[in-house]
């Protein structure tokens, strides 16, 4: 549970006290206060089509014809599983972001871990020391009024398609760049995914969030995976068991 105590603006420093598991701590920072509820613009997901290795190609054909075959294909939507970037970070329900000097914290209302951002001048962990993850292991510096996130350290769990075309690998590389736009009212974030074994070149599009009102909140994101009557209206079936 993280507590923000004061009021924070976008242009100016700001202090403000976090408790932080039970840890209190005071901090001054003069990068821009990305905290709040953001929600995707209506259209944002149209973006434009990566240029595929063969390997990408072949994995995005048989999905498709999973798909058409009626198989589930999102298997961690099915069975309540962390779903993981990009899929929080790119549909409807919001994202809260709760911003400290030294780290930044992404809560998806979906079915999924928090994402940390540390932004205290850290490496990624050593190759032998990275724990593979749905959201991977993320650092952020400011670029001006530019916040850059550089991600390791996925898996293959969770939601791994991405937009455009290709997915989530062990080997991909995201980089984001956050930046406020009209007085703080909207966040623009650049995606730039990397990977050999998916992309030819570098896939990178743009997202464009609005900032709820303050009196916005999050809600509950309730999944059984017991209760078949949540899959009633999908034309999709378990794939036979061999």
């Known amino acids: 549970m993280v507590q923000l105590h004061g009021a924070a603006s976008v242009a100016t420093a700001v202090v403000f006290s976090v408790t932080l ?89 979906q079915h999924s871990d928090a994402r940390h951002i540390y932004t205290d001048g850290r490496a990624h962990p050593a190759s032998g020391e990275l724990q593979a993850s749905t959201n991977g292991h993320s650092i952020g510096h400011w670029e001006g009024d530019t916040l850059v996130v550089d991600t390791i350290g996925f898996n293959d769990y969770g939601n791994v398609n991405i937009l455009g075309g290709g997915n989530r690998t062990s080997s991909s590389h995201l980089v984001e760049r956050f930046r406020l736009l009209d007085g703080g009212k909207q966040l623009s974030v650049t995606f730039t995914w990397d990977d050999p074994r998916e992309f030819v070149q570098p896939h990178t599009y743009d997202f464009l969030f609005y900032k709820m009102p303050a009196d916005a909140y999050v809600y509950e994101d309730f999944c059984d995976p017991s209760d078949p009557t949540q899959w009633e209206n999908h034309s999709t079936k378990d794939p036979v068991q061999k």
């Open 21 to 109: 598991l039970g840890q209190e701590s005071h901090r001054v920072t003069t990068a821009p206060d990305l905290s709040g509820l953001w929600e995707l613009k209506e259209g944002s997901r149209h973006v434009g089509r990566a240029s595929l290795t063969p390997q990408g190609r072949a994995e995005e054909k048989q999905a498709a014809d999973d798909r058409a075959a009626g198989h589930v294909i999102t298997r961690a939507s099915r069975w309540c599983q962390n779903l993981g970037v990009p899929f929080i970070m790119g549909q409807s329900p919001p994202i809260d972001i709760v911003q400290t000097d030294d780290e930044i914290g992404i809560f998806s209302e």
